[in-house]
Structure formats: structure tokens, C-alpha cells
């Protein structure tokens, strides 16, 4: 089978209306760029994004949120957009805020074919509420089901054509436990090379978990907040 998809224009047109994406990264590192901008010169509506933030109004996610093409959002805080959290306090937008630990422990759970969990975080709080509770050890715990997406968005440094990939440092983050948990997983990569090429003992996501992916192109790389030393 040939994951090698022409470009991002071409990875964007398997994403119907309506469909659940997970989009890796932290801010704005290790964000799929290419994928998240076709998507949005498309134009495809209604879409549930599982993403652990929105990054800012005019870069990442914030493009699709500004151009009024999510239904639904999945993540652990508002963060840094200004235009989701107006749409949040608006009342625009159907938002579900999920605390980051369990957030990524839901996605993993998916991945690993686990269906719940229990986890004491939360309880006695509006997330507890309507969920089934449980103690253990005289700890009290909530009942968390896994997460699942239609699709995956993942950026990997280097990849091979067989879709095995490999993360560069911080960008790594939520990257390679959303590439287990979605139907359909597709990686953009900053150098795409030939099957071994790289290393296995490298390898942070094996292709098959990867259906399709793509060679990135004009990365911006942009950082959510410069902080400098004065003097």
C-alpha cells in the first residue's frame, strides 16, 4: 500500500463534514501546520477538534475557529485564543473541557483498546458529574471513558514512507498517543525518507498505525510566547 499522499490539499480532501479530528501538539509545538491550513482552504464544516489547546486566532486551529468550521471542541483549557474563548463565552461554540491528565490518559486508553478507566481526578466537581464514581482503598474515583477520533493530525520530524515516524524532543507531546487512538492517522513530516532509513530502535510511532502521510513544506515554526531576558 502506498501511504504517500501528493500534499496536504490532497490529505485534506479524505475529511468529510462533520468528522472528529485529533490534532497533535502544545501551543503551538508539533503542530500539524500543513494539515490543519489545507483544512481550512477546503472549508470543511462542523468538525469535532480533539486538541489538548486552540493556539492563537491566526496560526494552527485558531484559522479553523476563525472561519467558523468547528462545531465542537475537545481540550484542556482556552488558552491563548481570544476568538475561542469569545466563542466559548458566547455560547458558539459546544466546548468540553477535559483536565489534562485525564485528557491524555483517554486517548491512550482508546489507543490501547481500553473502553474506561477509573481516575480520583475530578471528583466532587462539575466533571464528576453524571459519571459513574467508585472507591477503591478509601479513595474515591470517577468513571472516564476513552476517546476516539474519525482522524488524527500528527507532525513528526523525519518519517518513511511506510509511515514509521520519529519526534523531535518537545514536539513530541500528544503526537504519538493521538496517532493510536483515530481511524485514520495522518502524519505530515518535516524529512520524509525511504524505509530504512531510520533507525527501529528510533521509531516513536510504527506505521501501521499511520494510514497516510505527507512531506511538509515552509514550516513558520511560530512560538506562542517569546519570553527574553532583560539586561
Same mark, same amino acid.
Given at each position: 500500500?502506498?501511504?504517500?499522499?501528493?500534499?496536504?490539499?490532497?490529505?485534506?480532501?479524505?475529511?468529510?463534514?462533520?468528522?472528529?479530528?485529533?490534532?497533535?501538539?502544545?501551543?503551538?509545538?508539533?503542530?500539524?501546520?500543513?494539515?490543519?491550513?489545507?483544512?481550512?482552504?477546503?472549508?470543511?464544516? *462542523?468538525?469535532?477538534?480533539?486538541?489538548?489547546?486552540?493556539?492563537?486566532?491566526?496560526?494552527?486551529?485558531?484559522?479553523?475557529?476563525?472561519?467558523?468550521?468547528?462545531?465542537?471542541?475537545?481540550?484542556?483549557?482556552?488558552?491563548?485564543?481570544?476568538?475561542?474563548?469569545?466563542?466559548?463565552?458566547?455560547? #458558539?461554540?459546544?466546548?468540553?473541557?477535559? %483536565?489534562?491528565?485525564?485528557?491524555?490518559?483517554?486517548?491512550?486508553?482508546?489507543?490501547?483498546?481500553? =473502553?474506561?478507566?477509573?481516575?480520583?481526578?475530578?471528583?466532587?466537581?462539575?466533571?464528576?458529574?453524571?459519571?459513574?464514581?467508585?472507591?477503591?482503598?478509601?479513595?474515591?474515583?470517577?468513571? #472516564?471513558?476513552?476517546?476516539?477520533?474519525?482522524?488524527?493530525?500528527?507532525? =513528526?520530524?523525519?518519517?518513511?514512507?511506510?509511515?514509521?515516524?520519529?519526534?523531535?524532543?518537545?514536539?513530541?507531546?500528544? *503526537? %504519538?498517543?493521538?496517532?493510536?487512538?483515530?481511524?485514520?492517522?495522518?502524519?505530515?513530516?518535516?524529512?520524509?525518507?525511504?524505509?530504512?532509513?531510520?533507525? %527501529?530502535?528510533?521509531?516513536?510511532? %510504527?506505521? +501501521?498505525? +499511520?494510514?497516510?502521510?505527507?512531506?511538509?513544506?515552509?514550516?513558520?515554526?511560530?512560538?506562542?510566547?517569546?519570553?527574553?531576558?532583560?539586561?
Amino acid at each position: 500500500m502506498n501511504k504517500v499522499l501528493r500534499d496536504a490539499e490532497e490529505a485534506a480532501a479524505l475529511v468529510p463534514d462533520g468528522a472528529s479530528i485529533m490534532m497533535g501538539g502544545f501551543g503551538l509545538c508539533g503542530i500539524p501546520e500543513n494539515l490543519v491550513a489545507a483544512l481550512q482552504r477546503r472549508g470543511t464544516k *462542523n468538525l469535532t477538534i480533539i486538541s489538548n489547546n486552540a493556539g492563537t486566532d491566526n496560526f494552527g486551529i485558531g484559522l479553523l475557529l476563525k472561519a467558523r468550521q468547528v462545531r465542537k471542541m475537545i481540550s484542556t483549557y482556552v488558552g491563548e485564543n481570544k476568538e475561542f474563548e469569545r466563542q466559548f463565552l458566547e455560547k #458558539e461554540i459546544e466546548v468540553e473541557l477535559v %483536565p489534562q491528565g485525564t485528557f491524555s490518559e483517554r486517548i491512550r486508553a482508546a489507543g490501547a483498546g481500553i =473502553a474506561a478507566f477509573y481516575t480520583p481526578t475530578g471528583f466532587g466537581t462539575l466533571i464528576a458529574e453524571g459519571k459513574p464514581t467508585q472507591v477503591f482503598d478509601e479513595r474515591h474515583y470517577v468513571l #472516564e471513558r476513552a476517546l476516539s477520533a474519525d482522524f488524527a493530525f500528527v507532525r =513528526a520530524w523525519k518519517g518513511d514512507t511506510h509511515g514509521n515516524l520519529v519526534y523531535r524532543r518537545t514536539a513530541r507531546n500528544f *503526537n %504519538p498517543v493521538m496517532a493510536t487512538a483515530a481511524r485514520c492517522t495522518i502524519a505530515e513530516v518535516e524529512h520524509l525518507v525511504q524505509p530504512g532509513e531510520i533507525d %527501529p530502535d528510533l521509531v516513536h510511532t %510504527p506505521g +501501521v498505525f +499511520v494510514k497516510r502521510i505527507i512531506q511538509g513544506r515552509d514550516y513558520l515554526r511560530q512560538i506562542e510566547k517569546r519570553t527574553v531576558r532583560r539586561g
